[in-house]
C-alpha cells in the first residue's frame, strides 16, 4: 500500500511565506527554498511506501523542518538556541552540534544540515553522530559555502581568506556569527569517510559569474593535479566544475551499510 503523503512529494513544497524562512547569521536567503525538492526527491526514492523519519540538524527558525514536514516526512528538529524554532507540530530540542546529540542511535532515514558544518570547531564529532544516528543506508544531506571556487582560490591567493570566511574573533562566543571551520570538497570526503560516511554526492546551487570569468584556469589546475597527485576521487572533487565554479556546495553522504565506523 502506498503511504498517502508518497505520491509526487516533489510537488508539495510550500511557498516561502513560511515565518521560519526568517535567515539568521550567515545563512544564504533562499537557501531551504532550493535544497528541499532535492532532499524530498532523494528521500521519496529511497522510501516510496512509507514516511521516512528526518532530522533537521541546525534547523534555526525551521525552514527546512516546515518543507519536510508539509511532503509527508516525520520530522525532527535540533539547535542552538530552539526557542527560535517556529515551525507548528515539529519538535525542536537544545542540542549542541559539537557534543554527542540528544537521540538514540540509528533513528532516522535521513539528517538535514543546512549552512551548519562551517561553523564547527569539530566537523568530525559531528559526523560521528550522523554515523550514529542514521539508520544503515540513511543519507545526510549538507550546504556550506564553498571555499574551493576559483573566486575563493583568488580571494585566499590576495587576502589569505576563503571565500565567506573573514577574520576570527576569539572574544566572539556565538557559533552562529563565524565561519570557523573551512574545509574542502576533499577534506570533507575524508572526514566523512572516517566516520563511516561515503560522500556520494558534490553540486552546487548556482554557478558564480566571478568563477566563470577566472574559467581559463581550470586546464591548468587539471593539469597540475593529475601530474601532482593523480586521479583520486578526492581530487576529482576537488576540482570538478561544480567546486570550480559553484557558490554553494550541497553534499550528500550515505552510511555503509553493514560497516563500522573507523575510529577517529
Request: proline share 9%; hydrophobic share 35%; net charge neutral.
Amino acid at each position: 500500500m502506498t503511504h498517502p503523503h508518497s505520491a509526487d512529494r516533489s510537488q508539495q513544497v510550500p511557498r516561502p511565506e513560511c515565518p521560519a524562512d526568517a535567515p539568521r547569521g550567515l545563512t544564504i536567503p533562499g537557501m531551504h527554498s532550493l535544497l528541499a525538492p532535492l532532499v524530498i526527491a532523494d528521500i521519496t526514492s529511497s522510501h516510496p511506501d512509507s514516511a521516512p523519519r528526518v532530522l533537521d540538524l541546525g534547523a534555526g527558525p525551521g525552514g527546512m523542518s516546515y518543507r519536510l514536514q508539509q511532503a509527508g516526512f516525520q520530522m525532527e528538529a535540533c539547535d542552538l538556541f530552539p526557542e527560535l524554532f517556529q515551525c507548528p507540530g515539529v519538535t525542536c530540542q537544545l542540542a549542541d552540534a559539537c557534543q554527542p546529540l540528544p537521540y538514540q542511535s540509528e533513528q532516522f532515514d535521513a539528517i538535514v544540515a543546512v549552512e551548519v558544518v562551517e561553523h564547527l570547531e569539530s566537523q568530525l564529532t559531528l559526523f560521528g553522530e550522523v554515523h550514529r544516528l542514521l539508520k544503515p543506508g540513511g543519507k545526510f544531506f549538507f550546504t556550506t559555502p564553498n571555499i574551493a571556487s576559483l573566486k575563493s582560490r583568488l580571494s585566499y591567493l590576495l587576502t589569505g581568506y576563503f571565500y565567506s570566511h573573514g577574520p576570527l574573533d576569539p572574544n566572539v562566543d556565538d557559533p552562529i556569527s563565524q565561519h570557523i571551520g573551512p574545509s574542502t570538497p576533499d577534506r570533507y570526503y575524508y572526514l566523512l569517510a572516517r566516520a563511516g560516511l561515503d560522500l556520494n554526492r558534490l553540486t552546487t546551487d548556482r554557478l558564480q559569474r566571478s568563477s566563470l570569468g577566472l574559467a581559463w584556469l581550470a586546464p591548468l589546475i587539471w593539469g597540475l593535479t593529475q601530474l601532482r597527485f593523480s586521479s583520486t576521487k578526492g581530487t576529482r572533487m576537488e576540482n570538478a566544475p561544480h567546486t570550480l565554479f559553484g557558490r554553494t556546495l550541497i553534499g550528500v553522504a550515505q552510511k555503509r551499510a553493514g560497516r563500522q565506523q573507523r575510529a577517529a
